[in-house]
């Protein structure tokens, strides 16, 4: 009996072993199978034993009021047929993030548009259905109408279970650190800031509800977030409005959160797309900069602000050291137009044969930086 349940007690122990590299008893009786069909057990460098997920962005999402009003049905607003042609780049992703630049404030405190915006929660809503799990919301706009703007829009995100950062209800949970588990094993933890709010004062005693790009708050931040995860993604709101390029500000901040050890900064405010980077840091890790995503969905209408992006790229971790990396960055160009049916629409940019010109200008922008982004297509 002894012996008995020494075995057991082992073969469980080799069972428990077994499972932390991985993750479905579907995975398991592949890997069981390899020695005898596929795999050399002598040839080593042929098992691959990391794991990898990958994250999505999207830049500003931006409700004008000519855009809710053309999103206005009978039963409430619906931006679905508006944005569901971007719908396959972002649901299949591990973890898609969103930049929510207008507080869904909902229609209680008065729908409006540009300079004070306050959205529908329907935004929200569909953003979910859209397949975007992470909401940041340090933005210029996050104060446009007070506290009470913020909160209700909390509250929303919280009805329909969307994650967000970067704007509070409460000290406590500022300082809390949002980390995404995926059941790959890759803890990912997503911190956002802005460079300001527009002139508009948080209450007195109240910082806390939006995170403002201030260098000693973001090291301890990122000093926790390293702490509780695997990999860190900082939003960061920042740039010259309508600057094709990276302002000295944004460089000398995303050279800070390299030499801190951030694995990638995704950047937005500019409403125009800003090349990609690698940045190295103080350790010598590679982080990729997204400097500006440019606008998602917006009322903008000029040329360069109808086009945006959908920036993907994967987290793989090695097992044997738990280090993360980012690997192949890869981009969908996006355009609004307001020419179609629904008033405002996102569209995947190459589906305009008349703006290939323009596109191929685009891509080029955007990897002058780093020729080995791909382009989705
Ligand atoms: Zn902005």
């Known amino acids: 009996m002894g012996l008995f349940l020494r075995v057991l007690s082992l073969s469980i122990l080799f069972l428990t072993a077994g499972c932390g590299l991985l993750d479905s008893n579907e995975e398991m009786k592949t890997v069981t199978k390899q020695p005898t069909s596929t795999v050399d057990p002598q040839d080593k460098s042929s098992i691959d034993?990391?794991?990898?997920?990958?994250?999505?962005?999207?830049?500003?999402?931006l409700i004008h009021d000519r855009v809710y009003e053309a999103a206005e049905t009978s039963e409430g607003y619906n931006f679905m047929p508006m944005m569901e042609q971007t719908e396959s780049y972002l649901e299949s992703s591990t973890i898609t993030i969103a930049n929510q630049e207008t507080m869904i404030g909902g229609e209680e405190l008065g729908l409006s548009g540009y300079p004070a915006f306050n959205s529908p929660v329907e935004i929200g809503n569909n953003l979910k259905e859209l397949g975007v799990d992470v909401v940041t919301l340090a933005n210029n706009?996050?104060?446009d109408k007070g506290t009470r703007g913020i909160n209700n829009a909390i509250e929303h995100w919280e009805k329909i279970d969307m994650k967000y950062t970067g704007a509070y209800q409460s000290k406590e949970a500022s300082e809390?650190?949002?980390?995404?588990?995926?059941?790959e094993g890759i803890?990912?933890?997503?911190?956002?800031?802005?460079?300001?709010?527009?002139?508009?004062?948080?209450?007195?005693?109240?910082?806390?509800?939006?995170?403002?790009?201030?260098?000693?708050?973001m090291a301890q931040d990122i000093e926790k977030a390293k702490e509780q995860s695997d990999a860190v993604l900082l939003s960061l709101h920042f740039g010259?409005?309508?600057e094709p390029y990276p302002n000295q500000f944004q460089k000398d901040v995303v050279q800070f959160a390299a030499d801190r050890g951030v694995t990638a900064v995704i950047g937005h405010h500019p409403h125009v797309l800003q090349p990609l980077e690698w940045v190295e840091g103080k350790d010598g890790h590679k982080m990729l900069t997204a400097y500006s995503l440019g606008n998602f969905f917006s009322g903008q209408e000029s040329f360069e602000k109808r086009v945006g992006g959908i920036l993907t790229f994967n987290l793989k971790m090695d097992n044997s050291d738990d280090n993360v990396e980012v690997v192949k960055p890869r981009f969908k160009v996006t355009y609004v137009t307001s020419a179609r049916e629904h008033g405002y629409e996102v569209i995947p940019m190459d589906d305009f044969p008349s703006?290939?010109?323009?596109y191929e200008a685009k891509k080029k922008h955007l990897a002058q930086?780093?020729?080995e982004l791909e382009f989705m297509e």
């Open 49 to 61: 034993f990391s794991k990898e997920i990958s994250i999505t962005a999207i830049g500003d999402v």
């Open 141 to 143: 706009h996050t104060l």
């Open 176 to 183: 809390e650190i949002l980390v995404h588990d995926t059941k």
């Open 187 to 217: 803890r990912v933890a997503i911190l956002s800031y802005t460079y300001g709010t527009n002139g508009v004062k948080a209450p007195d005693g109240k910082s806390y509800v939006v995170n403002r790009i201030e260098l000693d708050k």
């Open 240 to 242: 010259d409005q309508y």
């Open 355 to 358: 703006l290939k010109e323009e």
């Open 369 to 371: 930086w780093m020729p």
